[in-house]
């Protein structure tokens, strides 16, 4: 039991280690299980609610996911042969990363929520709190720093380009509208006002260690652009205004479509958070060119000879790391995301269906493939069962629930159910839930219920 405990604890502080932690899970099972319900609206914009009118007030959307592509927790803590204890096994998380590996997390809070049905018009506002941030860090920095730099790396350069933090964390003020167009189609869009709080950009990061198999000379070589904003230091503190007065201004869309091909065949699709923030507010910029040192070690003699000798090579090694800084403004795009998805009815009550996620981060794309059953009853029970394969993961396996009736609708899920039961073998964990009131009921879902 405490190891299992201590197991949890663990996994609980990975995933809020935003600041030492890529792609997180970004609320799949909620695609294809919940279409009917007010919150959908935010990951198609062809979707939302059937009832006349719905708001929330801080209750409507809550999500949390995080994932760490390289390895599981059971990977890295293992069992002592001697005693009950855990210890440490580096060797075997590192069998198990790729070359170049992710950790992140995603949040993102719904503040307020309304949603107006006007005829063949559906018309959405919304203000969300939203934060991403990932690391990316290769396998050669989590060997060299644990097995040093002989061994695998005589005469291989330890690879550690990509190795760089990106955050961003801001609030969407967003306005969307979607139509039905004949009996088949519907499409939607959304435009987003963004108010950035803070930002954490790795444009570039490069950095190698070469170390000679026979002389064990190393060469050093790297280079740097990093961007922030909003990020305090000794002498400013963190801005909370910065979530309502849009001084990092920024702008985004969202596209949706619906498209009925059969009776029972339905296709979907949506473009998500395309778009940028325009960071101005504390900004910090970090540069280093291109550089390659080779150090041949430390001449005794000459350092005793030589009162220069030690100064000057002092002098090599800051000048090797010295990085220039600028406050000049700059861009940051948004995580985009791609979602196809295609769902087929049975019958009245059950339906399968497949989707397609794409997300593109810092030039980096993420594949997810995902499987899904739902159960609807008329329209006050949806549940929904799901299977992905998300960062180099093939073990996640979903659950989600909604309800509606008596004025509200409700809703919980996760993308992985196992990481609750086992969450030292999980790579991904999620939950989602949230609480809306919806008023009156369209013509369409009173054919439904009866």
């Avoid at 790729?98 to 992140?104: C, F, H, K, P, R």
């Avoid at 920095?141 to 644990?146: D, N, S």
């Avoid at 849009?246 to 395309?274: H, I």
Wanted: glycine share 10%.
């Amino acid at each position: 039991m405490e190891k299992k405990l201590l197991q949890l604890l663990l996994v609980i502080g990975l995933i809020f280690s935003g600041s030492t932690a890529s792609f997180a899970q970004r609320n799949f099972g909620f695609y294809n299980g919940f279409q009917n319900l007010p919150q959908s609206h935010y990951y198609n914009p062809s979707w939302n609610a059937k009832n006349n009118v719905y708001f929330s007030i801080g209750t409507g959307l809550h999500s949390l996911g995080a994932s760490n592509s390289g390895f599981a927790l059971k990977d890295i803590l293992v069992d002592r042969s001697q005693d009950d204890s855990l210890e440490i096994d580096i060797a075997g998380a590192l069998n198990k990363m790729a070359n170049l590996n992710y950790l992140g997390a995603t949040i993102q809070n719904e503040l307020f929520g309304l949603g107006i049905k006007l005829k063949k018009h559906y018309i959405s506002f919304g203000i969300v709190n939203r934060l991403d941030f990932h690391l990316a860090y290769p396998k050669d920095f989590i060997q060299l720093i644990f097995e040093g730099n002989g061994g695998a790396f005589l005469g291989q350069r330890a690879n550690m380009d990509g190795l760089g933090f990106n955050m961003n964390s801001y609030v969407e003020y967003g306005i969307g509208i979607n139509r039905e167009i004949g009996s088949k189609l519907k499409i939607g869009a959304r435009v987003k006002l963004l108010s950035g709080v803070a930002n954490v950009k790795t444009k570039k990061s490069a950095l190698g260690l070469t170390t000679d198999a026979t002389t064990f000379d190393l060469t050093l070589d790297g280079e740097l652009d990093l961007r922030t904003s909003g990020i305090p230091d000794s002498d400013s503190t963190f801005d909370q205004k910065g979530a309502y007065n849009f001084k990092n201004r920024g702008l985004a869309f969202d596209f949706g479509f619906t498209f009925e091909a059969t009776e029972k065949l339905k296709l979907t699709g949506s473009l998500l958070d395309l778009g940028s923030i325009r960071w101005k507010q504390n900004v910090q910029n970090f540069e280093r060119k291109a550089f390659s040192y080779n150090f041949q070690g430390v001449d005794i003699n000459q350092a005793l000879q030589d009162s220069n000798y030690l100064e000057t090579f002092q002098d090599t090694f800051k000048e090797i790391f010295l990085v220039d800084g600028n406050n000049a403004s700059y861009r940051a795009a948004l995580p985009m995301r791609v979602i196809l998805g295609a769902t087929y009815d049975l019958n009245k009550l059950f339906g399968v269906g497949a989707v397609w996620f794409s997300d593109f981060t810092n030039k980096k794309y993420r594949p997810t493939l995902m499987l899904t059953g739902s159960l609807h009853v008329k329209n006050w029970l949806f549940v929904n069962v799901n299977y992905s394969i998300s960062s180099r993961s093939a073990k996640n396996l979903g659950v989600g629930l909604g309800l509606k009736g008596l004025g509200m609708s409700y809703f919980i899920t996760t993308d992985n159910l196992l990481g609750f039961m086992n969450p030292a073998g999980a790579r991904n964990f999620h939950v989602s839930t949230g609480l809306g009131f919806c008023i009156g009921r369209t013509d369409r879902e009173k054919e439904i219920d009866n």
